[in-house]
């Protein structure tokens, strides 16, 4: 009943546009300010393996918060709550600048995060709807990758001027987030007066995890995604260090131009999976997932920037191609047993499992003196055997499996 005074809002509307502004702000905040206090650690002399240490603590608040994130942004009005977070990144960027530990500072955007994410999405749906919702969430994704080019390499270039401007220069953006937050128009919460009990919350919560790794179809996404997405966070690290071992480059530019590379080619894998997969041939999307794993393989064996350049790009196209069909299998599959909200909410947390894990095997091999060249080969070859595996598993389960 309530809806019916804003669902059908116009894709230009105010609203629209304040939630598009404040995604940008807030992803070019968080991409800039990754590569800003990397290179804060670098100045400062921290060892190599506490690099990704800095995205653990961030991706361990995703998980300590999954349960409960959900519905806090289901009992206050979305646009509050995106304020809200955006308010919690904003100080811990803040913090960084005025000497706090990184790492804290970084904890509390990690938290700032968790409870960003399922509003924002949740608050397209209350804002338009039907078609316009479809292009609302291609609006958004846009911004985002938008925000993931310019803020990756926005905080490197930053970051070689001076560091401290970065970090500076992270803290404004979030500030503009928060801004752009209070344009949102008040929508009333969308299942408000729930129960804040700590077991009934994580009870719901963990019965969405079981139906979801119970059907056949989810676990196979939600397998596929987590490790995709695992394996890009640690890519993005194992750059950091590969770019001034392989190439001899010391800047903090260049791995964020690298990393830019990607990003371009998972739009143009995204857009090719579009056209050439469906639901029906889910499947299809599996050999772009072991090309993946052979190109990380050769990338990690070049010495010079153009063809790293051209990997990367590759990585990115197999990637976008592998990843979407995976996220739009378990969206429609969950909508219809679990909630499309909780089955985001579960993904989230299987993809930030998958980061912490690989993050710790990465940042342990360093630790331990592995070379960062044969790290790269190593890991390339271990995620196309992973994927190899769950096609040929996936096949195996075919009675149950699309």
């Not at 990607?262 to 050999?287: D, E, F, N, Y």
Request: with cysteine.
């Amino acid at each position: 009943m309530g809806k019916s005074v804003h669902t059908n809002t116009s894709l230009w509307s105010k609203g629209m546009m304040a939630v598009t502004a404040a995604q940008f702000l807030s992803a070019f905040g968080d991409n800039a300010l990754l590569f800003a206090t990397l290179a804060l650690l670098k100045e400062q002399y921290y060892p190599d393996w506490s690099q990704p240490v800095l995205q653990m603590v961030f991706v361990g608040a995703y998980i300590v918060f999954a349960p409960f994130v959900g519905q806090v942004a289901d009992s206050f009005p979305k646009g509050r709550v995106m304020m809200f977070a955006n308010g919690l990144k904003l100080l811990g960027a803040a913090s960084i600048c005025f000497g706090v530990n990184p790492f804290i500072g970084y904890t509390l955007v990690g938290i700032g995060a968790a409870a960003y994410s399922p509003a924002k999405y949740g608050i397209l749906g209350e804002l338009t709807t039907g078609d316009k919702l479809v292009k609302a969430n291609g609006l958004m994704e846009s911004s985002t990758i938008a925000a993931i080019l310019l803020g990756s390499v926005a905080g490197g270039v930053l970051a070689d001027w001076h560091v401290l401007a970065a970090l500076g220069v992270c803290a404004l953006v979030y500030a503009g987030a928060v801004v752009a937050n209070l344009s949102i128009p008040r929508l009333p919460p969308a299942r408000p007066g729930q129960s804040w009990r700590f077991r009934p919350m994580t009870a719901s919560f963990f019965t969405a995890v079981r139906v979801l790794w119970r059907n056949g179809e989810t676990r196979f996404s939600l397998m596929g995604t987590s490790l995709f997405w695992g394996a890009g966070v640690t890519l993005r690290f194992l750059l950091v260090l590969w770019v001034p071992t392989a190439l001899g480059i010391t800047d903090n530019a260049t791995p964020t131009y690298l990393n830019a590379m990607v990003a371009v080619g998972i739009v143009a894998g995204a857009g090719a999976a579009a056209k050439l997969v469906t639901l029906q041939t889910v499947a299809r999307c599996m050999p772009a997932g072991i090309l993946i794993g052979i190109a990380v393989l050769f990338f990690a064996l070049q010495h010079a920037l153009l063809p790293a350049y051209a990997l990367l790009l590759l990585i990115g196209m197999f990637g976008g191609f592998f990843v979407v069909p995976l996220n739009a299998l378990l969206q429609e599959r969950g909508k219809n047993s679990v909630g499309a909200g909780n089955a985001i909410a579960v993904q989230n947390l299987g993809e930030n499992v998958a980061m912490l894990l690989m993050l710790g095997l990465y940042s342990l091999a360093v630790k331990v003196g592995v070379p960062v060249v044969a790290i790269g080969v190593g890991f390339g070859a271990l995620f196309a055997l992973a994927i190899a595996g769950l096609w040929i598993w996936q096949r195996r389960q075919k009675g149950s499996v699309v």
